[in-house]
């Protein structure tokens, strides 16, 4: 019994708390392929897409920098000017579908466009619309080439001044320019533009139409100059917003494949195409998901290293007790 008493008085207990302190990743890890160039011009082109062999993940990523403009341009499929490259996103500069009606006929010399990009890039609904320009027109657009889910609107004017003013009140509602939104991402479609003659025929003053998908919000008046004829004029160019993805199949078949194109600490995402997938880093990790090692910690908490030690001395005998934080919560 006095033995007892003697154990529990004689009972040190000292907590000795180590801590391992993780220093944080120094911050800016590269976005690209160890030796690929980091930026076209001004713009990051982080991998999976990249500027030479070796530094694109396949021909879809690669990225061509056009040196000859000032600032340099990056170009991707060899043809579309890229704007900027988000994880989520792609802003690219689009074309403007023109058309112009025939005097004598009313019909257009070029009814409809097929815009052919693959599924890895497409249009995304959220945060692009559709926009016709013109006076009497019908602008759509069909998946194939046929009018099913065709999305579009009418525009009609009774004077060439309702575009400029349907223009500087931004309404874009109808009279002299009308928008619309898609219903699902897109990445193949055909783009129509016809002229209706429910009012009397205006091609004879305004003989062409515009018709584009652009970014939302974007302001028209900043891209078309408004001076007469303008719709005349046939390379315009308008901001737009792609979806991108990888893979052809998505994240369950993915994952098994060898070419499965996350790296580590990362999870897969399907693609809203339906088709192909994206990689996102774990929590707690940031960086590029497509590089082997691109996902880095960041700070870890100092708590969850503890280290308990408890010292039992009796006698010349001393009981050392080891604790983890996470085993004493067991
Ligand atoms: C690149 O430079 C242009 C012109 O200076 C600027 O408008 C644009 O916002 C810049 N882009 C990026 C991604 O910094
Ligand atoms: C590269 O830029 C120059 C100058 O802007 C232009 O003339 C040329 O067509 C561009 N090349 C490509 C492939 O777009
Ligand atoms: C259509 O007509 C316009 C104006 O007459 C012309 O500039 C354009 O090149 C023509 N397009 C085609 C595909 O023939
Ligand atoms: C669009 O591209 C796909 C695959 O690249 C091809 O099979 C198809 O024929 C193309 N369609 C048109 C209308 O060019
Ligand atoms: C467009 O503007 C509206 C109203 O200002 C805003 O609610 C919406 O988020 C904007 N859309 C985009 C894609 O920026
Ligand atoms: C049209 O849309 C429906 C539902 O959104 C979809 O099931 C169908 O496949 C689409 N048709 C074509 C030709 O893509
Ligand atoms: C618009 O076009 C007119 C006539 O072609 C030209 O004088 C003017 O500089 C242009 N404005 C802009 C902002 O491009």
């Known amino acids: 019994m006095r033995m007892l008493l003697q154990v529990l008085v004689s009972v040190h207990l000292i907590t000795i708390i ?31 897409f990249g500027m030479g062999k070796g530094c694109y993940l396949n021909r879809n990523f690669e990225i061509t920098c056009n040196m000859s403009s000032n600032p340099p341009r990056p170009l991707l499929l060899q043809e579309v000017q890229l704007l900027q490259i988000s994880e989520d996103y792609l802003r690219i500069n689009d074309i403007v579908h023109h058309s112009c009606f025939n005097k004598q006929s009313g019909k257009t010399n070029s009814s409809h466009v097929p815009y052919n990009r693959t599924h890895h890039f497409s249009y995304s609904h959220t945060q692009n619309e559709f926009i016709a320009i013109g006076c ?17 609107c009418a525009s009609l004017c009774n ?22 939104y898609l219903q699902t991402d897109i990445s193949r479609f055909y783009l129509k533009m016809r002229s209706i003659n429910m009012i009397t025929p205006i091609w004879t003053s305004q003989p062409c139409g515009l018709a584009f998908i652009s970014e939302r ?21 308008v901001p737009a917003v792609l979806d991108w993805s990888v893979g052809d199949v998505s994240c369950p078949e993915a994952i098994r494949r060898k070419n499965y194109a996350c790296g580590q600490n990362t999870y897969c995402h399907n693609s809203i195409q339906g ?20 996902c880095q910690g960041t700070v870890s908490s100092p708590f969850q290293h503890f280290l308990y030690l408890f010292f039992l001395p009796r006698g010349n005998i001393a009981i050392l007790l080891f604790f983890s934080s996470e085993s004493l919560l067991l």
Do not use: W
């Not at 302190?21 to 999976?48: D, H, L, R, W």
């Not at 919000?217 to 005349?232: G, P």
């Not at 088709?275 to 691109?294: D, I, T």
């Open 217 to 237: 919000n974007f302001s028209i008046r900043q891209y078309f100059n408004l001076s007469s004829k303008f719709l005349e004029r046939n390379l315009y160019f």
């Open 136 to 152: 009497d027109i019908f602008a759509y657009i069909t998946e194939d080439n046929s009018k099913t889910n065709a999305t579009g």
């Open 159 to 180: 004077t060439d001044e309702d575009i400029a003013t349907d223009f500087s009140s931004s309404a874009c509602s109808g009279i002299g320019c009308c928008r619309t």
């Open 18 to 48: 180590i801590s391992f302190v993780f220093i944080a990743q120094e911050a800016g890890a590269s976005m690209t392929k160890p030796g690929c160039p980091e930026k076209c011009g001004n713009i990051t082109i982080p991998y999976p």
């Open 275 to 294: 088709q192909g997938y994206k990689c996102h880093c774990s929590k707690g990790y940031q960086g590029n998901p497509y590089l082997a090692n691109g």
